[in-house]
């Protein structure tokens, strides 16, 4: 795993990304997230500081994945999670099955991903990183409460920032 991005790194914007519609196939031939720790992927100072303080959580009270954290900003609610999933089925050909949002191919870094918008029905946005049939990490994210941002430009600043930390997929 690489060190954390500088503060100062700077990030593309959603209008950097490429959008088409989802494929059945996969987007990967597959690497390995073993020993990858969520919270060193993503940390606090390689996102905007405009976005405020953000304080991480570790042990998320919910956790869907085999690992997890949370980093927030509890004055404003903007959030953003970071979940790894390792083990059979648990790839994102699998985890796409379980979104009710449309699921559209994008880049981000370089790197085919998965998007989906769900903001209207959940607040939330989410960037899913393939590494095969049963590997997957995700970014997921939720705007500040003002509306300032949002969601899936919070979900691609934070998956940008997050996606030279990943090994190769």
């Known amino acids: 795993m690489a060190a954390s991005p500088p503060a100062s790194t700077s990030v593309s914007t959603p209008a950097a990304t490429t959008t088409t519609a989802s494929s059945p196939a996969s987007t990967s031939v597959g690497g390995s997230l073993n020993g990858v720790d969520p919270c060193g992927v993503l940390t606090p100072s390689s996102l905007p500081s405009a976005w405020g303080t953000l304080t991480v959580d570790a042990d998320p009270a919910v956790q869907l994945g085999d690992g997890a954290c949370d980093l927030s900003n509890q004055r404003t609610a903007l959030a953003v999670g970071v979940t790894l999933y390792l083990g059979p ?6 985890l796409i099955t379980t979104i009710s949002a449309p699921v559209l191919d994008s880049v981000i870094a370089g790197r085919p991903v998965k998007m989906y ?53």
């Open 89 to 94: 089925g648990r790839g994102v050909q699998s």
């Open 117 to 169: 918008d769900d903001a209207a029905a959940t607040g939330t946005c989410g960037i899913l990183f393939d590494f095969g049939p049963d590997q997957s990490i995700t970014v997921a994210a939720s705007p500040p409460v003002d509306n300032s941002l949002k969601a899936c430009d919070v979900a691609t600043t934070a998956a940008t920032a997050m996606a030279p930390n990943l090994p190769p997929s």
